[in-house]
């Protein structure tokens, strides 16, 4: 079993719907929850990090954490078609001398005008 | 500043060359990454330089080697290639090891191995 599981899609919804992208992971270490979007043939950038358990807004994106089940989900209101791209979340725990990181397989979201 | 650049975009090798895929950064960071992204897999680590003058495997080593040349410069040979190397690769670097959570990324290089 991966430690991060993250649905494949694709993920087809109509332009202005909302859009909910989750990740399951298994390592209760994990504190740094970080959503990447990545267009096609791109490389991933970074679209929101949160802390530890919570939400956190900025703009249209809503990530939200939930340690106690091991869940965390990223929120798009209003969807456009320029958010049609590949989401990978990605997780750290605190004590990580190299920093890296575990991603998600990624989940492949269209938006149709 | 250019951020992280990758050369070459492309690559495709016939079975047992070698080839390296060399990376650069202009944001002075400390930390560097190789990874390698497959369909489905997201991306794996395959080695990582947390400081200049170290460099650690990461989750797939196996047929991977990497020098860390600067603090600018991470490149990752292949001393022979094999079709599951088929892949695309990203280098990421990131400011500080341990602290910072937000690693850029460079373009990617398409390998395809025959």
């Known amino acids: 079993q991966k430690e991060v599981e993250q649905d494949p899609g694709p993920l087809s919804v109509p332009e202005g719907a909302i859009v909910s992208l989750n990740c399951t992971y298994s390592?209760?270490?994990?504190?740094?929850f970080m959503w990447y979007r990545q267009y096609s043939r791109k490389g991933p950038e970074l679209l929101m990090y949160?802390?530890?358990?919570g939400n956190k807004e900025d703009g249209r994106f809503t990530a939200q954490v939930d340690k106690s089940s091991k869940y965390i989900s990223l929120f798009i209101r209003d969807s456009q078609p320029s958010d049609s791209a590949t989401y990978l979340c990605?997780?750290?725990?605190?004590?990580?001398?190299?920093?890296?990181?575990?991603f998600g397989g990624g989940t492949r979201l269209m938006v149709k005008p | 500043n250019a951020g992280v650049t990758q050369t070459p975009k492309f690559q495709v090798l016939k079975t047992g060359q070698s080839m390296t895929l060399q990376c650069a950064q202009d944001?002075?960071?400390?930390?560097m990454y190789w990874y390698r992204q497959d369909p489905g897999m997201g991306l794996r680590l395959i080695y990582y330089?947390?400081?200049?003058?170290?460099?650690d495997k990461g989750e797939v080593p196996n047929g991977y080697n990497v020098s860390r040349l600067n603090k600018r410069e991470f490149s990752l040979r292949l001393e022979s290639a094999a079709p599951s190397q088929t892949s695309v690769y990203f280098c990421?670097?990131?400011?500080?090891?341990?602290?910072?959570?937000?690693?850029?990324f460079g373009p990617g290089t398409r390998l395809t191995v025959t």
């Open positions: 990421a670097s990131t400011e500080l090891a341990g602290s910072s959570y937000e690693q850029y």
């Open positions: 390592n209760s270490a994990f504190q740094y």
């Open positions: 949160t802390y530890s358990s």
């Open positions: 990605a997780m750290k725990g605190w004590d990580n001398a190299g920093n890296m990181l575990t």
């Open positions: 944001m002075n960071h400390n930390s």
């Open positions: 330089s947390a400081s200049e003058g170290t460099t």
